[in-house]
Structure formats: C-alpha cells, structure tokens
C-alpha cells in the first residue's frame, strides 16, 4: 500500500509563493504517475496538475503559469511550486498517485492533504 505524505501549506499573502512536497513510502515511486488535486470551502476537489513518469507535465488551466510540478524519484518526493498565490488558490492540497494514467480525480492512492490559505 502506497503512502503519501504532503507538507508544505501555510498562510501566505496574495501574490506569494508556497512549495508543496509530497513524499512517498514506496522507492519505486519512478513507476507512479503523481498529481496534485485540491478542494477548497464550499468547493468541489479539482485536479490542479500531474507529472507523469516520464516527467510530462499537465495543469488546470487556473495555475497554468503560476504552478510548476516537479519530481525528485531518488528522494520519492514530488513538488508544487505555487507562484503569484490568490486566495481563490486556498484550499487542501491533496497528492495522489497511480500507475496507469495522470487522471488525477481516479488515482488510486491519496495523502491526507496539506492547508493553503491565502490572505492578507
């Protein structure tokens, strides 16, 4: 059973920048495609971005410029770079991953999430 964990969330003023981490207990995370999704207050969860495993990258069209998705496999670790933050971005961040395809809304495996608020 693949575990996910996320860190990284906080309290950031309007226009700041946050990274998201997201550590796997599984070293073969190479084989897993891994996306960030996130539900906000009052919100239905959305996909925000995927990284497959041969390091494609995928965006909401609502990040799309200010998030940047990376991996580090040698660290099972995969990041969210969170630039240009509006509070229509505050919400919990979710990290998923599978090995069949970059559907984030359908990954199999999911951490308990990491709180970005954004507010001045």
């Known amino acids: 059973q693949l575990q996910l964990v996320e860190s990284g969330g906080g309290l950031v003023q309007p226009g700041g920048s946050l990274r998201l981490s997201c550590v796997a207990s599984?070293?073969?995370?190479?084989?897993?495609?891994i996306g960030w999704s996130r539900q906000g207050p009052g919100k239905e969860r959305e996909g925000v971005s995927c990284i497959s495993t041969l390091s494609s990258t995928y965006y909401a069209d609502s990040v799309k410029g200010r998030f940047t998705i990376s991996r580090d496999n040698a660290k099972n670790t995969v990041y969210l770079q969170m630039n240009s933050l509006k509070p229509e971005d505050a919400a919990n961040y979710y990290c998923?991953?599978?090995?069949?395809?970059?559907?984030?809304?359908?990954?199999?495996?999911w951490g308990k999430g990491t709180l970005v608020t954004v507010s001045s």
């Open positions: 998923a991953a599978d090995r069949g395809s970059c559907s984030v809304p359908n990954m199999r495996f």
């Open positions: 599984d070293s073969a995370l190479e084989y897993y495609h």
